[in-house]
């Protein structure tokens, strides 16, 4: 776990998810962490929601393939999916080898600002992942 990253000024999921505010104070960019790539292996394909659907904080939002399984996307916070990361659709690895920038999923305008602070910290985070026993 040692080469794992929890980059900081990030909130995250207990689903593994990492949310990113962005210049507009209402959309967070939602992708999944590093510790959920790694434990998924190699992803081959990404399920996204599609522009205009409403996620729900807790529910899922799409799935997550790879060579050993299938993970549902759970989502961290509840509002409208504005933009997804089409060049996954051809590029779905991107996940693997950068999962907090290109590697990110959808965009989300978001129905309650407050999900967001409720999410963990990297700090947080990075123990709730060591205290799982990875």
């Known amino acids: 776990m040692a080469d794992l990253t929890f980059p900081e000024g990030l909130h995250y999921s ?11 104070e209402s959309v967070v960019r939602v992708g999944i962490t590093d510790f959920a790539q790694d434990s998924l292996g190699d992803v081959v394909f990404v399920d996204m929601p599609d522009v205009g659907d409403t996620v729900t904080a807790g529910e899922s939002s799409g799935e997550v393939e790879s060579t050993k399984s299938v993970s549902d996307l759970v989502a961290p916070v ?52 060591e205290s799982e026993g990875a």
């Open 14 to 24: 207990a689903e593994h998810e990492w949310v990113a505010r962005t210049d507009d």
């Open 78 to 129: 509840s509002g409208d999916v504005i933009t997804v990361n089409e060049a996954l659709e051809d590029a779905p690895e991107t996940i693997n080898s950068d999962p907090y920038s290109g590697g990110w999923i959808y965009d989300v305008r978001l129905s309650d600002p407050a999900e967001v602070d409720a999410l963990m910290d990297a700090a947080a985070y990075r123990a709730a992942v």
